[in-house]
């Protein structure tokens, strides 16, 4: 028995240190990808179930390797977070989001504001100026630019978290709690966020309208959104059915599939355009 606790517990190290390598190469080639410009931002409409009008973009990172293809944003952003490189690479797309929304204004057109996520890590490490500095550099309104923010990353440093979003807030840039009934915040905590929308977590989103459980999730956290005078986005919206059920339940903000997904920028300033043609 001991001989094979012995085995046991080298494999796991073995596990472990394999781990750290993968660790140690991803962050590598992050860096190479990020000075070679092998990154992009792909943008998400948020559309209006009233009149199907565009209301806003969210940017999604995306990371076409050379020889692998395009890399999910799920499969990298967890290492950077624990490396660190996500405060660099963060702070790269919220400057080419809002490089992105100058230059569209600078061809007339007229966008929608634009959320970029901000990690928990990158969160901790900024201050609100550090974020406001990114976004004066290009001579935007600050209202054309949204944070997305995790519900567990605001749980994680309260007092850091509130002294940032109530000064982003006093800056006019617009916070959103992302993903939003999965952190386990309290009313009272919700009550004191200095934030501008809720996004409903497309885990509930899924099982509406024919998981009773989501169902009562979904019309709750709406009635609670409104109750505090917040606007609310529902993510993951694939069918017309949960359109329906949202509409009835009066969130008019949705983002998925069925209303569109995320595209390449050349693409979002064509719906830019239809947007003034309409
Ligand atoms: P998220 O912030 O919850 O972003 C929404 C994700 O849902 C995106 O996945 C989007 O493509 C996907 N999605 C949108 N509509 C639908 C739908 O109708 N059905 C389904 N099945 N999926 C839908 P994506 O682009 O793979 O991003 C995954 C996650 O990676 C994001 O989740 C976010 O947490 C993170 N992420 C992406 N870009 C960034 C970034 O620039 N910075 C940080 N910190 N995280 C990012
Ligand atoms: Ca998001
Ligand atoms: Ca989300
Ligand atoms: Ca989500």
Known sequence: AK??????????RKELADQAHRHLALDRDLRTALAGGQFQLHYQPKVSLIDFSLE???????????????????E????????????????WVLDEACRQLRAWLDDGLDPVPVAVNISPRHLRHHSAEDFRRIIDRHGLSPDLVEL????GAVMQDMDHALEVLAALKAMGIRVAVDDFGTGHSSLSYLKRLPVTTLK????FVNGVPSVREDNGIVSTIIAMADMLGLDVV??????????????????????GWLTGRPVPAVQAADLLVKRIKQ
Do not use: Y
Not at 3 to 12: I, K, N, P, Y
Not at 76 to 91: M, S
Not at 200 to 203: E, V
């Open 76 to 91: 990298f952003i967890p290492v950077a977070e624990d490396t660190g490189f996500i405060v660099p690479l963060g702070d």
């Open 234 to 255: 529902a993510e993951g919206v694939e069918k017309p059915e949960q359109a329906n059920f949202l509409r009835h339940h009066n969130c008019t903000l949705v983002q």
């Open 148 to 151: 997305e923010i995790t519900e």
């Open 3 to 12: 001989r094979l606790g012995g085995r046991r517990h080298a494999f796991f």
């Open 56 to 74: 806003g973009f969210e940017a999604l990172l995306r990371w076409e390797k050379p020889g692998h293809g395009m890399i999910s944003p799920g």
């Open 200 to 203: 409903i977590d497309r885990s």
